[in-house]
């Protein structure tokens, strides 16, 4: 099984950025191609960004793309979400997770979610 474990998320004011990370262990993470979501109390969630296994390929939400940009580092099995001029709807917990099928933006087409980092937005 793949743990992933997320931080980097705080509290920031309207107009900054953030870097959030995702961290893996348990499999070779380099097989797996990795997503972002968010989530907020009441709304399902979203599908925020994804990159391919050797991180060639990349696709965003129609919602953040142009502000957001997912990266990965396969030596150090860690997955990035940065996220830049942050505004108060992009508060929520953003969670990353293995991609089962590439492509999709579908979460239950994604395992091995990890417990999420809370990002919130002042304005």
């Known amino acids: 099984q793949v743990q992933l474990v997320e931080s980097g998320g705080g509290l920031v004011q309207a107009g900054g950025s953030l870097r959030l990370s995702c961290v893996a262990s348990?499999?070779?993470?380099?097989?797996?191609?990795m997503g972002w979501f968010r989530q907020t109390p009441g709304k399902e969630r979203e599908f925020v960004a994804a990159i391919s296994r050797s991180g060639d390929i990349k696709y965003y939400g129609n919602s953040v793309k142009g502000r957001f940009t997912i990266s990965r580092d396969n030596a150090k099995n860690t997955v990035y979400l940065e996220i830049y001029s942050l505004q108060p709807e992009d508060t929520a917990v953003y969670y990353c997770a293995v991609g089962a099928i590439f492509g999709s933006t579908t979460p239950s087409h994604f395992r091995s979610w990890g417990q999420g980092t809370q990002v919130t937005v002042s304005s």
């Open positions: 348990g499999r070779t993470f380099s097989s797996y191609a």
